[in-house]
């Protein structure tokens, strides 16, 4: 924005600067209740998150008490080697989704495929369940990394917000709202200038009737 001397103190920039004026308060009110909604979107997915590392937690300890079961009962050369042949999951597509208006990574995929499937069925039940417990694990691990990088994208949006927000409240206002000053400053003292002028020649053309009048009433009486 121009500085306050540079402004032009004239009706038409009085009346564009209260617009701006009244524009910027809108947005500030828009901005802040995004920052508000962000906000509360940022403590509900940290309590998903919170959720999802508890249940993550527990999965991984029933996984790895699986695997031991495993290798009690059928051997840990034969739950290595049955390791080695596992088919792998279904890639992951990574599509993006609108979180108020911040872009985040959706994760999709990593599920078991038709291979798999078959092949747990040809499994001793200790394996297959330590396997399982695995995919689960999988699958979390995916829930978590996906609420994690909602929880920083928004944290990044709610600063920016901020930012922006006390740009336009502590910054931009306080300078239109200078230049209003400044341009009823002006307008004013050149209204005072304009009526002295006038004044002044009111003034000076009393002056000169009163002359001619007295001018006449000489040569009258010459």
């Given at each position: 924005m121009p500085s306050v001397i540079n402004i032009r103190p004239t009706r038409l920039e009085y009346i564009r600067t209260k617009r701006r004026i009244i524009v910027a308060k809108k947005g500030l009110k828009l901005l802040k209740l995004k920052r508000q909604a962000l906000i509360l979107e940022f403590f509900n997915t940290s309590k998903s998150v919170a959720s999802l590392r508890s249940g993550l937690q527990a999965e991984l300890v029933k996984g790895y008490q699986a695997i031991r079961m495993a290798e009690m009962l059928a051997g840990a050369m034969r739950l290595e080697n049955e390791a080695m042949k596992i088919p792998q999951l279904n890639k992951l597509h990574i599509t993006p989704k609108n979180v108020m208006g911040v872009r985040i990574p959706k994760i999709e995929g990593g599920k078991s495929n038709q291979a798999l499937t078959e092949h747990l069925l040809e499994l001793p039940p200790s394996i297959n369940e330590a396997i399982k417990a695995f995919q689960n694990v999988h699958k979390m691990v995916l829930d978590v990394a996906?609420?994690?990088?909602?929880?920083?994208?928004?944290?990044?949006?709610?600063?920016?917000?901020?930012?922006?927000?006390?740009?336009?409240?502590?910054?931009?206002?306080p300078r239109l709202l200078a230049a209003i000053k400044f341009i009823i400053f002006r307008l004013d003292e050149m209204e005072r200038d304009t009526f002295m002028m006038l004044k002044t020649v009111k003034r000076k053309m009393g002056e000169r009737e009163q002359e001619a009048l007295l001018k006449k009433e000489k040569e009258i009486l010459a």
């Open positions: 996906e609420k994690e990088t909602t929880l920083r994208k928004l944290l990044l949006e709610i600063e920016k917000t901020k930012r922006k927000s006390n740009a336009i409240e502590n910054v931009f206002i």
